[in-house]
């Protein structure tokens, strides 16, 4: 199992935030086994980003996951890599019904065939005076932990202190306490037993 976190580098004044978000998920993932590596998009990401944004800026994720698991499947990408996307866009999915998310992922179609692929939105917490990269680093492991399998059919965790509960209150996602947490002990104990590690 390894996850890429890919930073979109389109925004260069979020590069700083993201990047300190990246470390904190690596840290989390790391505590509990999982290989991480950050990278920048490639040329086909970067295509695909920018082919399902639409003229708002908005992502549609369908399209995003569309285009990538189309490239996954030319590459033999293998199954267990897993890809999260951390940007400042905005997010949608309109098949879903979803506008303005905090981050989505699939990581298998409804045959079963692995996707493995997340996005991760800093927009939700722009207007933080503090904290942002927290708040992103948050829904990044969440997501992560979407893709590792853990609550595949849209419920979550009902412990207060996992990253897997389905949490909304800004402040809390911010704040310094869920920062060291994320760091070193991201996910419930039962969450964290239930992480597929393959
Ligand atoms: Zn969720
Ligand atoms: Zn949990």
Request: glycine content about 8%.
């Amino acid at each position: 199992m390894r996850v890429d976190l890919i930073m979109d580098n389109r925004y260069p004044q979020y590069i700083e935030t993201i990047g300190y978000a990246a470390d904190t998920v690596c840290l989390g993932l790391q505590s509990q086994g999982i290989p991480v590596q950050m990278a920048y998009p490639n040329s086909q990401t970067l295509r695909n980003i920018r082919e399902a944004t639409d003229s708002n800026g908005i992502l549609e994720l369908g399209h995003y996951y569309e285009r990538q698991g189309r490239d996954r499947q030319i590459c033999g990408a293998p199954d267990d890599d897993r890809t999260i996307l951390l940007t400042p866009a905005a997010l949608k999915r309109t098949s879903a019904g979803i506008r303005n998310c905090f981050g989505n992922s699939v990581e298998r179609y409804s045959n079963g065939t692995v996707l493995g692929e997340g996005v991760a939105s800093l927009s939700r917490y722009m207007h933080q005076q503090i904290g942002q990269s927290t708040g992103l680093a948050f829904t990044t492991l969440h997501e992560a932990g979407h893709l590792f399998g853990l609550y595949p059919h849209g419920n979550h965790c009902q412990c207060p202190t996992c990253t897997m509960q389905n949490e909304q209150n800004l402040t809390k996602l911010t704040s310094w306490e869920t920062e060291q947490r994320l760091r070193t002990t991201p996910f419930c104990s039962s969450c964290s037993s239930n992480i597929r590690r393959r």
